[in-house]
């Protein structure tokens, strides 16, 4: 079964950084964009950042622009959302997506998510 | 950046009962790359449409997706107990930023 495992969430305080990581199994990784998307409490979904399947194009959310890089390691078969600055508003839970159909120059709709894992920035 | 407005923000019906929720976007979407995504309490979304009418694998024939340009629908034709949770629409395609829409809760009645 195609899944995806995430891990790396927590509390940290305003300004502070975290690293999540989303491992991968049983597609071929590099085959796929890859994306995050979150989740702030009793709200809805927001697109947060997006890869290309060889990790050289990379697309961000005005809210997360020069503070969050996305990136992979497709020898790994694992993504990451290195999270810098952070402040109470990025506060949710965060999702790891995959992409529908092999690269093909568009990015898709998300067939894949991670289990989520949760983001708490507060003091 | 295409902003989604969904309708209504809640859906009160009964099992059995047609569900007709609706997705409107602020500009055109390219090539109907509109989909939408179910999510129940605790777990993360499921594809249910995407293209505006393709159904994803494994999803039930009672959903069905319409739509082109900036008016899209999303109809299941007979409530499902399982069915009662939030419906997203999501576009998306080859130019960034890409939005969800706010929701649409479909609760019992």
């Known amino acids: 079964e195609v899944q995806m495992l995430q891990s790396g969430g927590g509390l940290v305080h305003p300004g502070g950084s975290l690293r999540l990581s989303c491992a991968a199994s049983?597609?071929?990784?590099?085959?796929?964009?890859m994306s995050w998307v979150r989740q702030a409490p009793g709200k809805g979904l927001e697109w947060v950042s997006s890869?290309?399947?060889?990790?050289?194009?990379?697309f961000y959310a005005d809210s997360v622009k020069g503070r969050f890089t996305i990136s992979r390691d497709n020898s790994k078969n694992t993504l990451y959302l290195q999270m810098n600055s952070l402040r109470t508003d990025d506060t949710a839970v965060y999702y790891c997506?995959?992409?529908?159909?092999?690269?093909?120059?568009?990015?898709?709709?998300?067939?894949?998510w991670g289990q989520g894992t949760t983001v708490t920035v507060s003091s | 950046e295409i902003v989604l407005t969904q309708s209504p923000g809640t859906l009160s019906l009964s099992p059995g009962e047609r569900a007709t929720l609706s997705c409107r976007a602020s500009?055109?979407?390219?090539?109907?790359?509109l989909a939408w995504y179910q999510q129940k309490p605790g777990q993360a979304p499921r594809l249910l449409i995407y293209?505006?009418?393709s159904r994803a694998t494994g999803i039930p024939d009672r959903f069905s997706g319409s739509g082109s340009g900036t008016d899209f629908t999303l109809t299941i034709s007979r409530l499902e107990p399982e069915d009662f949770a939030v419906y997203h629409c999501?576009?998306?395609?080859?130019?960034?930023?890409?939005?969800f829409g706010p929701g649409t809760k479909v609760d019992i009645k």
């Open positions: 293209g505006a009418f």
């Open positions: 997506a995959k992409d529908l159909f092999h690269s093909n120059g568009i990015f898709d709709p998300f067939d894949i």
């Open positions: 890869i290309e399947g060889d990790g050289v194009g990379t």
């Open positions: 049983r597609f071929t990784f590099s085959n796929y964009a």
């Open positions: 999501h576009q998306y395609g080859t130019s960034p930023p890409f939005t």
């Open positions: 500009q055109s979407v390219t090539n109907t790359y």
